[in-house]
DNA sequence: CGCTCTCTTGAACTAGGTCAAATCCGGTGG
DNA sequence: CCACCGGATTTGACCTAGTTCAAGAGAGCG
């Protein structure tokens, strides 16, 4: 159940197997979700955590105009939502992209952790700071990048955190989005996405047909969007 | 010396007289800083965090274009690199846009309070998710807010972080950086930021005149950029 | 088989960028 | 007190990446 929190917490930093299991008893209760069901509502007092075991979500805002940004897509091993336990109430809603498992771990949990586990607190609080520096490169990609920059960019980030729990190899991997959900990403419209995509498996560079990713050429793919995988911070140390 | 981090924490939870002695003693050094001075330079392995007392401080990235995206702005009382604690290193570098006076507190410090302060360690994630907060409304702004909501949504933010360390009122507060600074945090070039705030002036909304924000009207500046202070967590609880 | 959601494509439009030339203005040296 | 310097601001003319609107074409599914 928590296989891929562990290979994402693994990749990072040694996780004992003493650890691994306090972690898995932490989990109250499993359930499944559906695609556009709101997991965790903005601005709403929360008691418990979600991880997202199997799926697709994502972190959103709406605006007043009907638009919606994006800021966070999440992949099996993530914490939807753990950063609700220092702020007991998330600016933004959780949404399934598609069906999806997970497991809840109420905060009552998480707060013991503070107490009697230094180091698994330390690994939480890493894998929140992960999503942070997610949000800042995002920050970037808006801010500075072209439309084709910023998509091969988020293209490549999604190569490396699937690799990292087993869902992605160099030829690519299954993305179950529309490419409205890539486009409320990326700060763009859906049209636009669209003729970029078009553009880029034109040069065999990417293409995203029948809900997969294909990488015709990495190299220059990540050369095209000036990616570098350290924000990813896919390196053992002691946290 | 730890004042604003102090009125920073206690606005949204209660910080003890023993917990504010503890933090005041982390720090091992005090230290001025010069303006572009760069006090953390990303990729650097670090053993040290630095607390913003006094001036301006910003997390940037630059990009092979020689184009730079700010992606986040520090007011005192902000720790500006304390998430290095868990990653150990930065993903992006930080640098003072003014004359600085800077706090140090070794990593070693913060490694001693997650096993004997549990709150107070709380305390630190939940300052490192207010930094990721900012994050996400900053990807809203660049992704989907137009580059005058994006502005005064940015001076908004200001006005509510800089009152909260007593550095802004309702009439507005003194912002020490050039037109260029604010244009790189807005993904925008500063000649279309100028021309922003002349429209701006003109409407009465907000200036931005001789490093100072004056507003004229913060109901309206609030409507254009459909500022809502929650993502800014101002509030007590138990954290 | 028909429905609905998703994807594609074209044509016209606009927010914001680019480039370049003033102008302003605080600080310095004389 | 004044002239000068260099960065910061301001303005104009033109340009383009990405949007908007609208209409078809697929394509999975009950």
Redesign the pocket.
């Known amino acids: 159940m928590i296989d891929q929190m562990l290979m994402k917490l693994r990749a990072r930093d040694d996780v004992s197997e003493q650890e691994a299991l306090i972690l898995q008893s932490s989990i109250s209760e499993i359930r499944t979700v559906v695609t556009d069901e709101v997991v965790v509502r903005a601005g709403v007092d929360l008691t418990k955590c979600t991880l997202l075991v199997q799926g697709f979500m994502c972190r959103y805002k709406d605006l007043a105009n009907g638009e919606r940004q994006i800021s966070e897509l999440h992949v099996p091993g993530d914490f939807v939502d753990l950063h609700s336990f220092p702020l007991k109430k998330l600016d933004h809603s959780v949404l399934a992209l598609v069906p999806c498992k997970i497991a809840i771990v109420p905060h009552e949990r998480v707060l013991q952790m503070t107490r009697d586990h230094p180091h698994l607190t330390r690994l939480l609080w890493f894998a929140t700071m992960l999503d942070a520096a997610i949000h800042r490169e995002w920050v970037v990609s808006l801010g500075r ?4 920059a ?1 998509l091969v960019h988020l293209l490549c980030e999604l190569q490396v955190r699937l690799g990292v729990v087993g869902m992605a190899d160099a030829t690519g991997y299954d993305l179950p ?5 890539l ?1 409320e990403c990326l ?12 553009t880029l498996k034109a040069d065999a560079v990417v293409s995203f ?3 997969r990713v294909r990488f015709h050429d990495v190299e220059r793919a990540r050369a095209i969007a000036e990616f570098t995988p350290d924000y990813l911070f896919v390196e053992k140390r002691q946290r």
């Open positions: 990048r072209t439309a084709i910023r989005l529309t490419q409205q959900d486009a700060g763009m419209t859906g049209v636009h996405l669209n003729r970029i995509l078009g047909q029948g809900r």
